[in-house]
């Protein structure tokens, strides 16, 4: 399952360098350059049994599932169209409580690669899909639990001009990340930032 992931990374990779040649002509490299930052609300399909087994937790331990984090990305646009994106996004924390009491479990984060296809709804809104592969980890800075792997990751999107400008956007997006099904099956994120563009 790895090696389909990471090949479908470099075919992603591979297709955006290919298609990059028409708007390099026209667009100098530093003006194709954009960066964002946002929050993040995340749902997350936990594996309990596994969880409690992994961790020699008791039977009535229940779970917070949903996670609060943020993201960071940086990114080029290959043409009109078609961009390349790096991005990290904190997914939050799960959460356990049992006799009233709470603690951290883990912590997840990923970093991800993806290529996004762009249209334009309006003169100041476009729509997108995205598609890549994500290095997750999840981790305990407490105690010995540490799990990590790829998976794969897509979503949509939208990129909304804001004062007429293109320059700056406010970009809400969905995004769903596949895990290795031990601890966790997969999430959904909803993520609102803001998309900073040198031109």
Known sequence: MKRQQLSLMAATIALAILSSSSYAQNTSFAQSI??????????????????????????????????GGYSVFLGTKLD????????????????????????????IDALNVTGILSYPLSQNTDVFAK???????????NSFFNESGTGL?????????????????????????????????????ITASMVFNFD
């Open 34 to 67: 954009y960066f964002g930052a946002g929050v993040a609300q995340t749902d997350i399909d936990i594996n309990q049994q596994n969880i409690k087994a992994i961790n020699a937790l008791p039977a009535q331990s229940a779970f917070d599932n949903q996670g």
């Open 153 to 189: 990751t897509y979503g949509l999107g939208f990129d909304i001009n804001l004062y007429d400008s293109k320059s700056r956007a406010l970009r809400v997006e969905w995004t769903h990340q596949e895990f290795d099904e031990i601890s966790i099956n997969n999430s959904d994120t």
């Open 131 to 141: 598609l890549g592969v994500a290095e997750w980890k999840l981790e305990n800075e």
């Open 80 to 107: 009109r169209y078609l961009s390349l994106e790096m991005a990290y996004t904190s997914l939050g924390d799960i959460q356990m409580t049992l006799n009233e009491q709470t603690t951290e479990l883990f912590s």
